[in-house]
């Protein structure tokens, strides 16, 4: 028997909650971390609550349509996308910016397209893996195979068209979006496996390439790329120049050792050694100032974000919003490895920030729309009373 309950009673609190969480670890973060970027200390805690505000907004609208609308919108969504991204790389409207070509002109305003791109991708691969899965008749190798294979045709183009901008760290989030939501669909684990292995062997590749052939090598890792490389893996050697970032990160959140140094006492935070420390870096500011304790609690509330989210993505009786979930999983979980493990050595460093803490208006606006979709899921997903008893008969 099925429970009906108001949209309002369908809302997961729970989310929310954890939302405001992280909602005010950022705004205390950018407080502390911003003071030397701008004389208002307030002022991008002020641009930040704007974007909070706009992004809460622009969650709500993706929550009030039902999500089962947005198969419509796939493929005109995915269109504008490559397009977008194609402006980027190809025409005068592409600024470049800080190494790369990764923003768009649109006039009053820079967009950063390959942003919401990643939310194209996951709506246009959930379309693809709900038709192709609910139509196929027995499951074999052969059909996992075509699986793989159309969601490769919908992932790689953006993931190279965001590699040659070059943005490896936005490219890395749409491959992880496409490993997830494969791994929603069930395909057998062969399949993973091989493709888990070719990854590893790309690797291996790109080493042997650079130690025997570097004049191929270049052609596939940019200058500035390769020196994030050396940095992370001799960050010592290298402090006086690309290993500068880490070695003062890392300095920062050892310092905090497991209390902090304190709200706004943080010696690298408030000496303005780290570049983008409201930011990109903005995890050394709560691993200094809010020590090993604060730092647990970050990522406490992160894996509780992420637990529900897989809850909800596994107890959705439509495989549509399955799908779309598992893709703002991939999405997110990427996103805060790479940002908390490129701050204390264990990956190199690249652009991604630390979702709903660091300071920006696409990503954070990107990740809240992110949100309403998993909220959207959650609302529009029907609870069956005693239906562990009916499954059983």
């Not at 907004?57 to 996308?81: E, H, Q, R, T, W």
């Not at 990740?367 to 239906?387: C, D, P, S, W």
């Amino acid at each position: 028997m099925e429970e009906r309950k108001t949209g309002f009673q369908q809302l997961d609190y729970t989310l929310l909650f954890l939302l405001f969480v992280l909602m005010c670890f950022s705004l205390l973060a950018i407080y502390s971390g911003s003071g030397q970027y701008h004389s208002d200390p307030m002022h991008y805690v002020k641009l930040q609550l704007i974007w909070f505000g706009i992004g809460i907004v622009a969650m709500i609208c993706m929550m009030v349509v039902d999500y089962d609308l947005f198969k419509n919108f796939s493929i005109p969504l995915y269109g504008i996308g490559i397009v977008a991204l194609l402006l980027v790389a190809f025409s005068p409207l592409g600024v470049f910016r800080n190494g790369s070509t990764r923003w768009l002109n649109v006039g009053v305003t820079d967009i950063q397209p390959s942003e919401f791109v990643k939310i194209f991708v996951i709506i246009a691969t959930a379309h693809l893996l709900y038709k192709v899965t609910s139509q196929r008749v027995q499951r074999d190798i052969k059909s996992d195979l075509v699986i793989v294979g159309k969601v490769f045709l919908v992932g790689l183009p953006p993931f190279f068209l965001i590699l040659t901008q070059p943005d490896l760290g936005t490219a890395l989030v749409i491959a992880s979006i496409m490993a997830t939501m494969l791994l929603m669909s069930g395909i057998s684990w062969k399949i993973l496996g091989f493709l888990a292995l070719s990854a590893v062997a790309g690797i291996v590749s790109l080493v042997w390439l650079h130690n025997y052939h570097f004049e191929i090598f270049s052609i596939f890792i940019e200058s500035h790329q390769l020196d994030r490389i050396y940095g992370w893996l001799a960050p010592y050697e290298h402090q006086g120049t690309f290993g500068y970032q880490l070695v003062m990160a890392m300095r920062g959140i050892g310092s905090g050792q497991l209390y902090g140094s304190g709200f706004m006492q943080g010696v690298q935070t408030q000496s303005d050694r780290i570049p983008e420390i409201h930011t990109d870096f903005i995890f050394t500011v709560i691993g200094e100032e809010f020590g090993f304790i604060g730092a647990t609690i970050l990522i406490i509330t992160y894996f509780l974000l992420f637990y529900r989210m897989i809850i909800i993505a596994l107890t959705c009786n439509n495989m549509y919003g399955s799908y779309l979930v598992a893709g703002v999983i991939g999405l997110l979980v990427f996103q805060v490895f790479q940002n908390i493990a490129m701050t204390i050595g264990l990956m190199p460093i690249t652009g991604l920030a630390l979702p709903f803490i660091s300071y920006g208006g696409s990503a954070l606006l990107t990740n809240m729309l992110a949100m309403g979709i998993v909220l959207n899921v959650n609302m529009r997903t029907k609870h069956y009373m005693f239906e562990a008893e009916e499954e059983a008969l």
